[in-house]
Every structure is written in structure tokens, then in C-alpha cells.
């Protein structure tokens, strides 16, 4: 795979420098050195973009549906035969471990494929009239030109999970990756080239300044949907300045998550469950367990298991065999989880193991740590700690737990291990979450739709619902004489 990341930009099927000749560098997270030098887009090229999707929309709209999963067929094979050196880019600009990368590329690559099979079932309806000279058509039709903007903790599968569906329902795209992890965006985009994608179809503009990309984007009557995954004030910002120009709006934002765990659970079971809900990406995910909640006559049994597995689970590079914990993406979420442990273990909570977070080689670490005692008042049950730090407390009863989980302005994801049927269907009905694990720790996939309630955005991305977002429906009233 070409490594050459100084013509980053890519508009109207040209890979290109900034108009400034201006770059910047990309780091590995790992040890802070510089992996790549990528153009500094800004508002000129985004501009340049809009003018080049706009005008590839008609086209491409007008191709058959079939045709367009062709290509986002085609685009998930080759992901999936460049899955070690996707997977390798990753780790070098995101800093998980290379398996969670290997998982992620799978992962990515299934939306592409899942949505190539969806663009052929974009179907409408024919609707009885109220009289004989009338028929009722609804058409479902592509929404127009999108800006996709994407976060730095899923450089691929946040990428495919818009554009693919985009490219399912007949829409051309403008992207702009995380400034962070750009080079994953650009690798798969040029697969997507290779794999046949009209000049036009999907751009790609990286930069330092996102606003400037941004604001070019919402200040365009020609972009007419703005799809988006990240922190909830970006979203907030981005749905309120949408509104000028009444852009549909797709936000995917932060999460809170509650992880109830019944006296009925199988133990064992749950434990894992929070391990692969809590560690992965090293808790840098918006589904992560941020709240584990434990009845309270096996919460010190549930605390030990866990401590037991928590410990020996590795820090590191990425790419270091055995390890499953990597880097922090920067200093600032290491200054946040170190806030986080400091504020709890100040209010009484206790580590029952890791507690470390640390400067090494030029990364930022923590180790995964388990706190006990922890109470509703610190800051780590309060906010997304977006690092490897498990926070467990007990509650009484079933209504205590589902009222302490639902106390928050977010939805996303949670989680609620029992045994007992009746409850776990309860429980899933009763928590105000758009994506519940039932025994479940990795509820995420393609057939799915994940998205959340309150702060947590609005629409669903993936399964069937994600094609909604990009499709307008028109209703079309034929009079027969
Ligand atoms: P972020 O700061 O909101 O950044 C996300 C993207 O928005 C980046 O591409 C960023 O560009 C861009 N951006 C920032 N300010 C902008 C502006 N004014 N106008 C236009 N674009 C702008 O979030 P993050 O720190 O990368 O991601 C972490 C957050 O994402 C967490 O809260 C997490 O829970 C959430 N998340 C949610 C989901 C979900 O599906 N619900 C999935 C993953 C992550 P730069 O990179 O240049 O700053």
C-alpha cells in the first residue's frame, strides 16, 4: 500500500497538495513521532469539493442501484485483502493494539458490503387513492451532496458507515477524517477509487482547522445533509448552524454508559462482557461501560473476578505481541483519565488494580484499573472518562439500578446481565438507551442500528434503518383525467 501521504486531498478523483503548499504532521500516539506530513486543507478545497460533488450528483444518482453496489462490493473485498496493512496504518496513527485494528478493518468492511446489498432494496410504495383517477406514488430519492465528518477512535469503520450507506442511496460525499487519523480515511478511499468510484463521487479534505472545513460545509445550500461522529458540543454546533440552510442532520455523539449486573448473572460471563465493553480501544469508544453498577450481594465477588482478569492484561504499543491495552490518543485524554482516578480515589474510592497513568517514550498510558467504593458524585460516574478506568458501585434493587442508569443526559449504549428473563426484558425496556447489550458486551455491527437517545444524537447508522438517513421521500399524486 503507497505510503506517500503528501497529496492527501482528494477532489474530483485528483489526489492533491493544499493550495497553500501548507502540511502538517501525523503522529503515532504510541511514541509521539511523525508518521506521515498531510496537506492543510481548509475552506478553499472544501469548496473545491462541494463544486466537485455537486456536480457528480446527477450521474450518480441516476446510475442503477446495482452498478453502485458493484463498486461498494468490490470496495469491501479489497479492504478486506489489504486488511494486515489497513490494520498496521491504524495502530501507527490510532495506537490500538494490531488485532483490534485487524477487527476494526472486518468491521469497516462490512458496512461497505452490507450497504452495497441494501442499495438495491431502496423501495417505495404505492399507496390506494381516495378516487379511481388518482394514484399515490413514494419515491424514495438520494438526499444530494453530504459532508461526513469522522472521529480519530474508528479511523475506518466511522468512515464506512457513512460513506457507504451515501453511496448505497445514489449521494456524493465530502469527507473529512479526524485530524489525528487521517491516513486510514485516505487508504480506504484509495481502494475505493481503485474499485471504480466516479471523479466527483467522494472527496476527501483533511486539515488543522476543522471549523474552517466545517463552516464551509454548513454555509453551502449545496450540501444538503450533514453526517457526523463525535463529541456532543461539536454536534450541538453543527446542528444548530445546519439549521440556516435546513441541512438533514445524522449525529452520533458521546455516551455514558450503564453496565448493570444482576445477583442472577452468570458471573463469568459479565466479566467478560465489561473487560471487551470497557478495554477495548483502551475505553477510547462511545459505547465503553463508563458505569458499572453491581447488586450488592456479589459485587466484592464481581470486583475480584475482574480485578483477577484486569490484571493481567498488558499495556503497550500497539504493536507489541500480547499487548491489548495501547496508548491514549494524546495528552489530553491522559490528562482527563488521570483527572478521573485522582477525583475518585480523593472521595474515597479504592483501586483494586492498575491506577497508573503515565508518560513513557512519548506516549501517554494508563493501565487498566478497577475501582471499588465508587459513588455517584464523582467525576468518573458523571462523565465519559474515554480511557481504561472500570468504576464499580452496588445498588439494592432493579428500580434503583434502572434509575441511577437512566440518570444522564446521555443514551447511547448500555448494558444489563441477569439470568432471569423476565427481568432482562424489563430491564431492555426500561433503560433510555438506543442500543442495549442483553448479556451482550459487543452489541455493535453492520445489520444493526446504533444510535442513541437524548444528548446522544439523533437518527441510526447501519442495519436497514442507516440507508434512511440519505434518502428524501417524495410523494407523487398522478391524476388520470
Ligand atoms: P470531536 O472533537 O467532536 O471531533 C470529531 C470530528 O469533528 C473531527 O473530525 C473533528 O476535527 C471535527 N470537528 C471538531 N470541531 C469541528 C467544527 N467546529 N466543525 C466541524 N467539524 C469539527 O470528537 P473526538 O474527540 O474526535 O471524538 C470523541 C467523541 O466522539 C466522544 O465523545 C465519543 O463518545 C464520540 N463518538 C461517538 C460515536 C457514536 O457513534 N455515537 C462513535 C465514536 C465516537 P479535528 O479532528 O480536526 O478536531
Same mark, same amino acid.
Given at each position: ?307 483477577? $482478569? !484486569?490484571? /493481567?492484561?498488558?499495556? %503497550?504499543?500497539?504493536? @507489541? #505481541?500480547? +499487548?491489548? &491495552? =495501547? ?28 491506577? $497508573? !497513568?503515565? /508518560?513513557?517514550?512519548? %506516549?501517554?498510558?494508563? @493501565? #487498566?484499573? +478497577?475501582? &471499588? =467504593? ?108
Amino acid at each position: 500500500m503507497d505510503r506517500d501521504f503528501g497529496r492527501g486531498l482528494y477532489i474530483d478523483g485528483q489526489w492533491q497538495q493544499s493550495r497553500s503548499g501548507r502540511s502538517f504532521p501525523v503522529t503515532n500516539p504510541a511514541d509521539g513521532s511523525v508518521i506521515a506530513e498531510i496537506p492543510d486543507a481548509g475552506a478553499e478545497e472544501t469548496r473545491a469539493a462541494i463544486d466537485a460533488a455537486h456536480r457528480a450528483f446527477p450521474a450518480w444518482a441516476a446510475r442503477p442501484a446495482l452498478e453502485r453496489a458493484r463498486i461498494l462490493m468490490d470496495w469491501s473485498r479489497a479492504m478486506e485483502a489489504h486488511q494486515d496493512e489497513l490494520a498496521r496504518l491504524m495502530t501507527d496513527e490510532n495506537g490500538k493494539p494490531l488485532a483490534e485494528s485487524r477487527g476494526e478493518v472486518t468491521y469497516a468492511a462490512g458496512f461497505a458490503q452490507w450497504f452495497g446489498e441494501e442499495a438495491r432494496r431502496v423501495y417505495g410504495e404505492i399507496v390506494p387513492a381516495a378516487t379511481s383517477l388518482k394514484r399515490i406514488w413514494v419515491l424514495r430519492q438520494p438526499v444530494g451532496v453530504v459532508g461526513a465528518i469522522t472521529p480519530w477512535n474508528f479511523p475506518a469503520a466511522m468512515v464506512t458507515r457513512k460513506v457507504a450507506p451515501a453511496l448505497a442511496a445514489g449521494c456524493t460525499v465530502i469527507l473529512k477524517p479526524a485530524e489525528q487519523t487521517p491516513l486510514t480515511a485516505i487508504a480506504i478511499v484509495r481502494l475505493l477509487e481503485e474499485a471504480g468510484i466516479p471523479p466527483g463521487v467522494v472527496n476527501v479534505v483533511v486539515g488543522q482547522d476543522p471549523v474552517a472545513i466545517g463552516d464551509a460545509l454548513l454555509d453551502d445550500p449545496r450540501v444538503r445533509k450533514i453526517t457526523f461522529t463525535g463529541s456532543t458540543e461539536v454536534g450541538k454546533h453543527l446542528m444548530r448552524r445546519s439549521a440556516d440552510t435546513m441541512k438533514r442532520v445524522s449525529l452520533e455523539l458521546g455516551g455514558q454508559a450503564p453496565f448493570l449486573v444482576f445477583a442472577d448473572a452468570d458471573l463469568d460471563l459479565a466479566v467478560q462482557g465489561a473487560i471487551a465493553s470497557k478495554f477495548r480501544n483502551t475505553g477510547q469508544t462511545c459505547v465503553s461501560a463508563n458505569r458499572i453498577y453491581v447488586e450488592e450481594p456479589v459485587v466484592d465477588e464481581f470486583a475480584h473476578r475482574m480485578a483477577q $482478569r !484486569v490484571k /493481567e492484561m498488558r499495556v %503497550g504499543r500497539g504493536t @507489541e #505481541p500480547g +499487548v491489548v &491495552v =495501547g496508548p491514549l490518543i494524546d495528552r489530553q485524554g491522559y490528562e482527563k483519565v488521570k483527572l478521573h482516578l485522582e477525583d475518585a480515589v480523593r472521595q474515597g474510592a479504592s483501586v483494586a488494580t492498575g491506577g $497508573r !497513568v503515565y /508518560e513513557s517514550g512519548g %506516549g501517554f498510558y494508563a @493501565e #487498566p484499573t +478497577v475501582l &471499588v =467504593g465508587v459513588e455517584e458524585r464523582m467525576v468518573v460516574m458523571r462523565e465519559e472518562t474515554f480511557g481504561p478506568v472500570a468504576p464499580i458501585s452496588s445498588f439494592k434493587t432493579e428500580a434503583e439500578a434502572l434509575e441511577r442508569a437512566n440518570a444522564t443526559p446521555y443514551g447511547l449504549a448500555a448494558y444489563a446481565y441477569t439470568r432471569d428473563l423476565a427481568r432482562g426484558v424489563r430491564v431492555a425496556e426500561g433503560l433510555e438507551y438506543g442500543i442495549v447489550g442483553l448479556n451482550d458486551g459487543m452489541p455493535s455491527t453492520p445489520q444493526a442500528p446504533f444510535g442513541g437517545f437524548k444528548e446522544s444524537g439523533q437518527g441510526r447508522e447501519g442495519g436497514r434503518q442507516g440507508m434512511d438517513a440519505f434518502l428524501e421521500i417524495k410523494f407523487v399524486s398522478v391524476g388520470l383525467g
